[in-house]
Structure formats: C-alpha cells, structure tokens
C-alpha cells in the first residue's frame, strides 16, 4: 500500500505532496524540497495509519489506544499460537 503525504498547519489540509513506496522516500522528497517550513506539518497516511514529519516519523494513528488482537498479545509474551499443533 503506498503513502500519501500531505502539508497541513494547525489541521487545515494545505496541498497534496504525492504518493510514495515508503515512510523513508516520504522523508527523502519532503526533505529535499525543503517541505518542513515553520508553522506547516507534513502527514503521511496509509491506510488509518498516521505520521506526523519531525526529525524522523512520529506515529499519529488514533488507534495506538486499541487493544491488541489476541494473537498480538500472544507474541508480545513470547508465546505461538498454532492452528494445527503436531499432537492430539
């Protein structure tokens, strides 16, 4: 899925900057244009996935308060979860 950028100040959309393959060609054009100009932010989304443009990519998303789906947790504490185990 490609990343769409776009230059906002104080939440107001201000232009679209294009679509990009990754967070780091997003940053690569945005620095070299110099798209990081006092009072503007640079967003990036995909999908519902968020970054505001600071030094590096600081993730925005609104969902970073959902809990995580059970097989995340899983992960998270070192456990496998798998459908078809090897015993019965």
């Known amino acids: 899925m490609k990343i769409s950028m776009c230059l906002e100040k104080e939440g107001t959309f201000l232009s679209h900057l294009g679509f990009y393959k990754s967070l780091d060609d997003a940053k690569e054009q945005a620095e070299s244009i110099g798209m990081l100009t006092e009072g503007c932010e640079v967003i990036a989304y995909q999908g519902e996935k968020m970054w505001l ?31 078809e185990p090897n015993y019965i």
């Not at 443009?53 to 995580?68: A, G, H, Y």
Request: glycine fraction near 4%; charge should be negative; hydrophobic fraction near 20%.
């Open 53 to 83: 443009l600071t030094n590096d990519w600081e993730d925005i998303s609104e969902d970073n308060d959902k809990q995580p789906d059970w097989q995340q947790e899983w992960e998270d504490f070192g456990e496998t979860y798998d459908d």
